[in-house]
């Protein structure tokens, strides 16, 4: 992802980090190296979206963190708070090559809560974590509708609930003497640019409504979803906001109706910054996997290359961590997949996962 692709490589780590890189004819591995060899090495993977370690594998309501219903507007919820480190969603994906996540509460509501990115390894959350509070969960669209009768009951209501929340945002903390607000301290950081706002919308009416908003209040946004991308890239491409497309499976339906399987392909080829995530999976297995996601868009236009780089450093960069992870570089984290074969293809399985280079995963999957 730093290059182009090494035959006969070698890889060297030290201290969680990556070391050195090059072909294998002009690196000397020292003697007390552990060797570990795969027929193909990537970055770890990254998981752009996902609700895994608030979402556990089991259909129970203790098993499931990751929405608050009682309240339509809740950007002082935590992520870190009900993130389960041992959840056993968290060693699936790890064992398929998966070592960083952007995870958080889901978006079925206007404002969910905060979302944080955790390397998928640690015995607590405070281990796995890397960023506490990253972007803010909000939604426009039908998800994010209130119950029968109760608000809001359109996408135009939500619009407005927002904007009133981003007013009051502006305001807050001016005058010298004022009550503490969580949900208005964490939208005053948004307004400060110190975070963005990761806005679920999928039709191209709530796609616009959310670009729309960004502007009027200079605010950076993540678009996540967007299922109907491929019908307003003009606007998205002017607008300079990237991009986490939803599960390419999905089913076509809802605000989801005019899903296409090419948007990754569409966007990529006019210049938009794309990262694909395994989206929020509400029945068994409880969780998609951005390897095959990404392969998918291999059979509908995308090339390999930009593919790997939807789930690896173009995925950094969306979620602000490009200097850290996603690709194979002197310095990064030690942040490794290891495959039998061609990572997209069906019968190749993941032989290996290192974490900051500490092999966390051998299994064949």
Not at 33 to 54: K, M, N, Q, S
């Amino acid at each position: 992802m730093a290059g182009e692709p090494i035959k006969d490589g070698v890889v060297l780590t030290a201290g969680g980090k990556i070391t050195n890189v090059g072909p294998a004819s002009s690196i000397s591995i020292p003697n007390s190296f552990r060797v570990i060899e795969a027929e193909v090495v990537t970055p770890g993977l990254i998981d752009a979206h996902t609700v895994i370690g608030l979402a556990g594998y089991l259909n129970q309501p203790h098993d499931q963190m990751q929405i608050e219903k009682s309240s339509p507007m809740q950007p002082h919820l935590r992520a870190i708070d009900s993130y389960n480190a041992r959840e056993e969603l968290i060693k699936w994906v790890r064992s398929l090559g998966v070592t960083t996540i952007h995870t958080g509460h889901a978006p079925l509501a206007l404002i969910s809560g905060q979302t944080m990115i955790a390397k998928t390894v640690g015995d607590n959350v405070d281990e796995a974590t890397i960023v506490p509070t990253a972007m803010i969960a909000t939604t426009i669209g039908n998800a994010a509708r209130g119950a029968s009768g109760k608000s809001p009951g359109t996408t135009a209501k939500q619009a407005a609930m927002l904007r009133q929340m981003l007013i009051k945002a502006q305001n807050y903390g001016k005058k010298k003497e004022f009550s503490r607000d969580l949900k208005l301290e964490m939208m005053k950081k948004v307004i400060d640019r110190e975070i963005p706002l990761l806005v679920t919308a999928h039709r191209s009416r709530d796609i616009m409504t959310a670009i729309r908003i960004a502007k009027e209040f200079n605010i950076k946004i993540v678009l996540d979803g967007v299922s109907d991308a491929h019908l307003v890239i003009d606007p998205i491409k002017a607008s300079g906001f990237p991009v986490i497309l939803h599960a390419t499976m999905m089913r076509a339906g809802g605000d989801s109706k005019s899903a296409s399987m090419e948007t990754a392909s569409k966007l990529k080829r006019a210049g938009i910054p794309v990262a694909i995530q395994s989206g929020y999976e509400g029945y068994v297995p409880k969780t998609r996997v951005v390897l095959f996601e990404a392969a998918v868009t291999v059979a509908y236009g995308m090339s390999f290359e930009d593919a790997l780089r939807t789930i690896t450093i173009d995925a950094a960069k969306v979620i602000g961590l490009e200097k850290r992870i996603g690709s194979i570089e002197v310095g990064k984290d030690a942040d490794i997949a290891m495959y039998d074969g061609d990572p997209f293809e069906y019968t190749t399985h993941c032989v290996g996962t290192m974490i900051n280079g500490r092999m966390v995963s051998s299994i064949k999957r």
